[in-house]
């Protein structure tokens, strides 16, 4: 009875019946009055670069800080089209996803749609060990190596483009107001999200492809930067959705068009906080930290390819032609380049605005396994004092080309740890077996539903 009465009190000091009285106009949904247990999400990104987890009732956040939810080693084998092709877990096994406290993301639209409130978090061995696979953990080590070995933190920034749905494709859009116009107010609500999310966005722009946007948000130190990646897509999504359309991040929506890329602006902070990243004396600009780190990350790029650029379609991406890299090289304030020397504008903060751009990644990755992986061959470099050579070699030309280059690269071993690095290769391979017979259109769709 009680709860009866609660029910009834609830029903009518609702706003959405007022306005089925007449009060204010709103059109009322089924289901808009009725009770309500706000949930929230714990969320892992793993070798799909799907943003997958379990929810919990919020009033329960205490306990699941320290418990975390159960997760199982086969998840992360959990393909771009929902498929586990092969597994070396098997249906065995017990993990735990445990919420980071720094990453809670709590976002009202507005709208009356239940709340984005999530978090990201680590997966762990029973014992709260970190567990061998997980992506998370993968950054965090490359993060810890870095400063081990430069006794610096990289401070870097995702840089997304994509397609919006809620728009048509026409001749004359590229950059141009009337396209930025027509995506309505996707851009604005898009940006408030970020914002609430703590995100902290830059900037948002039509770019040169069909239905193409893209955005910034501010740079951060060490994992939070993959962290505000993973909420970032999120964010595009979850703000698409509710207008009844999608954000798209697949590489590539048609084989004749332009790639959706991700770049990763970085640069290095020594312990002061101060650039360790520009030195006016090099040729190039460079530090001798970036200089070692950018010369490491193009030594190793085939095997890196394999997990920045993680799907089939990423490959017609890395064309000629489409602004983005082809082959293993560095170049000043070259947007063809796979490293970009980004420009700096004169005046007394050149040393903070250097940095670097790494445009062989897409949103096929997981932003965290992108910038371990990215930073794993940089601390190669550092260590072995690797020196900028001549031009590199091509990018694979395919995935599987990749992959091959993953497999056969001990350092990547080394980093991934043999049990994530077999279960990467199986994980793809797989991914790339269930692509057989269909041509690159028809590629392009499956992924585009995917991403
Ligand atoms: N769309 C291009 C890419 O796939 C990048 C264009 C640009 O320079 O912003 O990376
Ligand atoms: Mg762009």
Redesign the pocket.
């Known amino acids: 009875m009680e709860e009866h009465r609660a029910f009834v009190a609830k029903r009518t000091s609702c706003p959405l019946s007022r306005a089925k009285r007449g009060g204010r106009g709103k059109r009322r949904r089924e289901g808009d009055c009725m009770h309500r247990e706000p949930l929230i999400m714990v969320c892992t990104c793993e070798m799909s670069g799907r943003v997958r987890g379990k929810g919990f009732p919020a009033r329960d956040v205490a306990a699941r800080m320290a418990a975390g939810v159960g997760w199982v080693p086969t998840n992360a084998m959990i393909n771009a089209f929902s498929k586990i092709p092969a597994t070396p877990f098997g249906t065995g096994g017990d993990l735990i996803l445990v919420p980071d406290p720094k990453t809670e993301v709590k976002v009202d639209f507005g709208d009356g749609s239940a709340n984005e409130h999530f978090f990201l978090g680590d997966i762990r061995q029973l014992d709260g060990t970190p567990w061998e696979c997980c992506p998370r953990d993968f950054a965090r080590r490359a993060l810890a190596a870095l400063k081990e070995t430069a006794g610096v933190e990289l401070y870097s920034a995702f840089?997304h483009?994509l397609v919006y749905t809620g728009v048509g494709s026409m001749p004359g859009e590229p950059y141009s107001l009337d396209a930025y116009r027509r995506q309505g107010s996707f851009g604005e609500h898009f940006m408030a999200a970020l914002k609430a999310a703590g995100a902290e966005p830059e900037t948002f722009?039509p770019?040169?492809g069909a239905r193409q946007y893209?955005f910034t948000v501010r740079p951060a130190l060490g994992l939070a930067s993959a962290d505000r990646a993973v909420v970032a897509r999120e964010m595009a999504r979850a703000t698409a959705h509710r207008m009844g359309h999608r954000a798209i991040f697949s590489p590539i929506l048609d084989p004749n068009g332009v790639g959706n890329?991700v770049?990763v602006h970085f640069s290095f902070r020594d312990e002061h906080g101060g650039s360790a990243t520009h030195d006016p004396s090099d040729a190039f600009g460079l530090s001798k930290i970036a200089r070692h780190f950018a010369a490491g990350v193009l030594h190793h790029m085939p095997a890196l390819c394999a997990i920045t650029a993680p799907s089939a379609v990423s490959y017609i991406r890395l064309r000629p032609n489409r602004?983005a890299p082809t082959i293993a090289d560095m170049k000043q304030q070259d947007r063809g380049a796979a490293i970009r020397i980004c420009p700096v504008i004169p005046g007394p903060d050149v040393a903070r605005q250097f940095n670097l751009e790494f445009r062989v990644a897409d949103s096929a990755a997981s932003p965290w396994l992108a910038l371990g992986a990215l930073v794993w061959a940089g601390v190669d470099g550092l260590k072995r004092k690797l020196d900028l050579g001549s031009e590199g070699p091509p990018l694979p030309a395919t995935m599987a080309a990749a992959l091959d280059a993953l497999d056969a690269s001990a350092e990547a071993k080394q980093w991934m740890g043999p049990v994530f690095h077999n279960a990467y290769l199986i994980h793809k391979r797989g991914e790339l077996a269930g692509l057989e017979g269909l041509d690159e259109k028809a590629q392009c769709d499956l992924y585009a539903e995917t991403y």
């Open positions: 840089e483009e722009l770019e040169y893209e890329g770049h602004w």
